[in-house]
């Protein structure tokens, strides 16, 4: 028997407790259920979804969930699911958003394919530097190299968004139909 009157410090069922859930699985975690939570209409949800994908694909770091935000309220989609959209730009994933919005642009605006400037933000990128380092980066190179990236970003967007506001909308549906499900069973 220990000190507080018990025969073992293993609980009553002889398994160890459950490690606590850290790092990235308790962030996907918070994700899942805060996804789950959403409330409102399976198309109000998915718009807002895409417009935060939408959003999230262009090169705006630091001002991404505003617009999203303010995007959804201008074409009433859930405001929450847009900003959760933008997560669509994350570390993991920003070289390539920012990569491609700009050699979409440039190829749209015809700029000459080599810039030394181009090429420090995306080192900045690959470094995971502060957004609003980059976001100073990129205007200070002046107004090809915004008008580059934006246009980039505006047709990834475009290209990006519209099909994930089906898939959402069959994902809300279907969540919607396993919420109606689990309430019938109460």
């Known amino acids: 028997m220990s000190y507080y009157g018990t025969s073992s410090a293993l609980p009553a069922n002889n398994k160890p407790p459950k490690k606590r859930t850290t790092g990235i ?24 979804m895409a417009l935060g994908i939408f959003t999230g694909s262009m090169p705006v770091m630091p001002f991404q969930i505003a617009i999203a935000v303010l995007l959804a309220l201008i074409f009433k989609g859930s405001k929450i699911a847009a900003a959760l959209g933008t997560w669509i730009s994350n570390p993991l994933n920003w070289y390539f958003l920012y990569y491609y919005s700009y050699k979409i642009g440039a190829a749209i605006l015809q700029l000459p394919n080599t810039n030394g400037v181009f090429a420090s933000v995306m080192t900045s990128v690959r470094n995971s530097e502060d957004g609003w380092l980059i976001a100073g980066k990129i205007v200070n190179a002046g107004g090809n190299m915004i008008a580059a990236f934006l246009i ?5 967007g475009l290209v990006i968004a519209p ?24």
């Open 25 to 48: 699985r308790r962030f996907l975690r918070y994700f899942q259920l805060r996804f789950i939570r959403l409330r409102g209409s399976p198309h109000e949800l998915a718009l807002g």
């Open 152 to 156: 980039g970003g505006l047709v990834l």
């Open 163 to 186: 099909p994930f506001y089906f898939v959402f909308l069959k994902v809300f549906r279907s969540l919607e139909q396993w919420r109606l499900k689990r309430g019938n069973r109460r």
